[in-house]
T-cell receptor, first 111, second 115 residues
Framework: GNSVTQMEGPVTLSEEAFLTINCTYT??????LFWYVQYPGEGLQLLLK?????DKGSNKGFEATYRKETTSFHLEKGSVQVSDSAVYFC??????????FGQGTTLQVKP | DTEVTQTPKHLVMGMTNKKSLKCEQH?????MYWYKQKAKKPPELMFV???????INESVPSRFSPECPNSSLLNLHLHALQPEDSALYLC??????????????FGPGTRLLVL
């Protein structure tokens, strides 16, 4: 199949907690992988990406590593802030140029 | 600069109105996209323009009519919409339509309400 599966939310954490949002994908070949973030009332922003196996994408304290052997691209952050509250979408590229999105994971960070 | 701009930010229209959504990018990207996003769901692809030509139409109803006047602009013309068309409409662009690993950059969206 051709899909992206994310852990269901909402994920609720206290400020400074460690964050993991799981993402796995199915694909033929080696797609590029992306994490997009959508803050309330806004569009999607590219958070980070990785284009080949073992690549690590990082931005704003978030990291994700392209794991070909487990077909995963889990998002992590060591210490979340209230301002990280948003919906996070994992996505992969396809050979038609179409982005294949996961269902999204809502993160709520409480002070 | 990875900015995609969209106007208007909000739009309310009746079912008999005709309106247009506009999208602009100045990154020299040659692929542009329209997506529709319902609340708490991922974006759904509607149309793709590649080198100013329509390359993908995801079976979108004809009441949505895309147009790409030049490589920087993308319009979505709306006519006789239904209340269920109310959603956030997102535009995106990417550099090279011919590759399979291109990054898409999204605009802030137009929030559409059809009454």
């Amino acid at each position: 199949g051709n899909s992206v599966t994310q852990m269901e939310g909402p994920v609720t954490l206290s400020e400074e907690a460690f964050l993991t949002i799981n993402c796995t994908y199915t694909a033929t070949g080696y797609p590029s992988l992306f994490w997009y973030v959508q803050y309330p009332g806004e569009g999607l922003q590219l958070l980070l990406k990785a284009t080949k196996a073992d690549d690590k994408g990082s931005n704003k304290g978030f990291e994700a590593t392209y794991r070909k052997e487990t077909t995963s691209f889990h998002l992590e952050k060591g210490s979340v802030q209230v301002s990280d509250s948003a919906v996070y979408f994992c996505a992969r590229s396809s050979n038609t140029g179409k982005l294949i999105f996961g269902q999204g994971t809502t993160l709520q960070v409480k002070p | 600069d990875t900015e995609v701009t969209q106007t208007p930010k909000h739009l309310v229209m009746g079912m008999t109105n005709k309106k247009s959504l506009k999208c602009e990018q100045h990154m020299g990207h040659r692929a542009m996209y329209w997506y529709k996003q319902k609340a708490k769901k991922p974006p759904e692809l509607m149309f793709v323009y590649s080198y100013e030509k329509l390359s993908i139409n995801e079976s979108v109803p004809s009441r949505f009519s895309p147009e790409c006047p030049n490589s920087s602009l993308l319009n979505l013309h709306l006519h006789a919409l239904q209340p269920e068309d109310s959603a956030l409409y997102l535009c995106a662009s990417s550099q090279d339509p011919g590759t399979t690993y291109e990054t898409q950059y999204f605009g802030p969206g137009t929030r559409l309400l059809v009454l």
